[in-house]
C-alpha cells in the first residue's frame, strides 16, 4: 500500500473513539479508519459492502492499541486470497481488542497516567509555573510513540504484529511506574512536612526525612499484603491533597 494511504489510515485511527456508541462501542471510527484500504481494492459493489459491513461490527479495545491491531488488519486485508483467509482476519479482528484494551487500561489509564499527574501536582504545588507542559511531556510521547510504532510493525508483520505489544512488557512497566507515582508522592509527602505550620517550630529536615521513609515502609507493606498499587497510589494521593487543603486553611485562619 502506498505511504500516503497508510499514513491516512494511521491519522484515522487516532479518532477512532470520536463515533463511540453504547450498541457497537467503536465500530465506526474502526470502518473509518478501513475505509482508505477498502477503496484501494476496487472490487465489486457486493464486496465492497461485504467488507464494509464486517468492519462495521462490533469492536472495542483501548485506544492507544487500536492502531497496532489496524495496522495488522491492514496488512492482512491486504493478503487476502480466499474465504480462509478473510476468516483468520475475522478471528483477529475479534480476539486481540479484548488482551490490547486490558494491557492499554493498565499501563496508559492505570499507571502512566496517574503518574505524569502525580509529578505535575508536585511540581505544580512547589511553584513552577509550567507543571501542566511537565504532564503533556511525560504522557502524550509514550501513546503517540505506541501508537505510530504499533500501526507500523503490525502492518510489517501482519497477524503476528501482537509479537510487538508483548515485547513492550507494558504490563511490567506499570508496575515500575507505579512504583515511581509512589516514590514522588512520599518526596513530595516529606517536602509537606517539612513546610508544614503545624507546629511552631516546624518539622526538623530529619523528621522529614524518617516520615518519607515511613511512606515508602508502608506502601511496599501494602503491596505485599496484596493490596492493588492503583489503590494505594490514588489513596495517598488524596491523603496529600488533604494535607495540602489543611495546611492552606490553616494559613489563611491564622
Not at 39 to 67: A, D, I, V, W
Not at 110 to 129: E, F, K, N
Not at 142 to 170: S, T
Request: net charge positive; charged share 20%.
Amino acid at each position: 500500500m502506498e505511504k500516503g494511504a497508510l499514513f491516512r489510515i494511521f491519522l484515522r485511527s487516532l479518532f477512532i473513539a470520536a463515533a463511540l456508541n453504547f450498541r457497537r462501542m467503536q465500530n465506526l471510527g474502526f470502518a473509518y479508519a478501513m475505509m482508505p484500504e477498502i477503496r484501494k481494492k476496487q472490487g465489486t459493489r457486493e464486496e465492497t459492502e461485504r467488507r464494509l459491513t464486517r468492519h462495521l461490527q462490533m469492536f472495542n479495545t483501548h485506544p492507544y492499541l487500536s492502531s497496532p491491531l489496524i495496522g495488522s488488519l491492514v496488512r492482512m486485508e491486504e493478503e487476502q486470497s480466499g474465504q480462509e483467509d478473510a476468516s483468520s482476519i475475522e478471528m483477529v479482528r475479534q480476539s486481540l481488542p479484548g488482551p490490547y484494551a486490558a494491557i492499554g487500561d493498565t499501563f496508559f489509564w492505570g499507571a502512566l497516567r496517574p503518574c505524569a499527574g502525580i509529578v505535575a501536582a508536585a511540581l505544580s504545588d512547589v511553584g513552577w509555573m509550567l507543571a501542566p507542559l511537565a504532564f503533556i511531556l511525560i504522557y502524550t510521547p509514550a501513546h503517540i510513540w505506541v501508537r505510530a510504532r504499533g500501526f507500523l510493525e503490525g502492518y510489517r508483520r501482519g497477524k503476528l504484529g501482537l509479537e510487538f505489544i508483548r515485547g513492550l512488557d507494558l504490563p511490567r512497566l506499570a508496575g515500575r511506574l507505579r512504583w515511581l507515582a509512589l516514590g514522588v508522592l512520599s518526596v513530595w509527602g516529606g517536602w509537606l512536612a517539612r513546610k508544614s505550620q503545624w507546629s511552631e517550630g516546624g518539622i526538623p529536615p530529619p523528621a522529614a526525612a524518617l516520615a518519607v521513609l515511613a511512606v515508602i515502609l508502608v506502601c511496599w507493606i501494602l503491596i505485599r499484603k496484596g493490596i492493588s498499587q492503583v489503590y494505594i497510589l490514588y489513596g495517598a494521593a488524596l491523603l496529600f491533597f488533604i494535607m495540602i487543603a489543611t495546611r492552606e486553611w490553616l494559613i489563611f485562619w491564622k
